[in-house]
Nanobody
Framework: QVQLVESGGGLVQAGGSLRLSCAAS????????VGWYRQAPGTQREWVAT???????NYADSVKGRFTISRDNAKNTVYLQMNSLKPEDTGNYYC?????????WGQGTQVTVSS
C-alpha cells in the first residue's frame, strides 16, 4: 500500500509563489508516476502536472511556464513549485500516485490566490 501526504498550501497574493509537497510512504517502489490535480469549488477536478519515475514531466497548458514539478527520490517526495500565481489557480490540490494496482490519492491541500 502507498500513502500520500500533501503539504504547503496556503493563502498568497496574485503574482506570488507556493511550493507544494507530496510525501509518499509504504510500497513506494510500485509507483511509476506521481502528479497533481486541482479542484475549484463547483468545478471538475483538473489535471495539473505529472512526473514519471524516468523523470519525464508533463504540464497542463494553463500552468506551463509557471509551475514546475520535481522529485527528491531520497525523501520519496514530489514537489510542485508554483510561481506567478493567479486567482484562477485557487483550489484544493491533490497529489496522486499511479501504481499497477490502482491510483492512490492524497487528502488535498488548499491553495488560495487573492487578487
Amino acid at each position: 500500500q502507498v500513502q500520500l501526504v500533501e503539504s504547503g498550501g496556503g493563502l498568497v497574493q496574485a503574482g506570488g509563489s507556493l511550493r507544494l509537497s507530496c510525501a509518499a510512504s509504504g510500497s513506494t517502489s510500485s509507483i511509476n508516476a506521481v502528479g497533481w490535480y486541482r479542484q475549484a469549488p463547483g468545478t471538475q477536478r483538473e489535471w495539473v502536472a505529472t512526473i514519471t519515475t524516468g523523470g519525464n514531466t508533463n504540464y497542463a497548458d494553463s500552468v506551463k511556464g509557471r509551475f514546475t514539478i520535481s522529485r527528491d527520490n531520497a525523501k520519496n517526495t514530489v514537489y510542485l513549485q508554483m510561481n506567478s500565481l493567479k486567482p484562477e489557480d485557487t483550489g484544493n490540490y491533490y497529489c496522486y500516485a499511479n501504481t499497477p494496482a490502482r491510483i492512490v490519492w492524497g487528502q488535498g491541500t488548499q491553495v488560495t490566490v487573492s487578487s
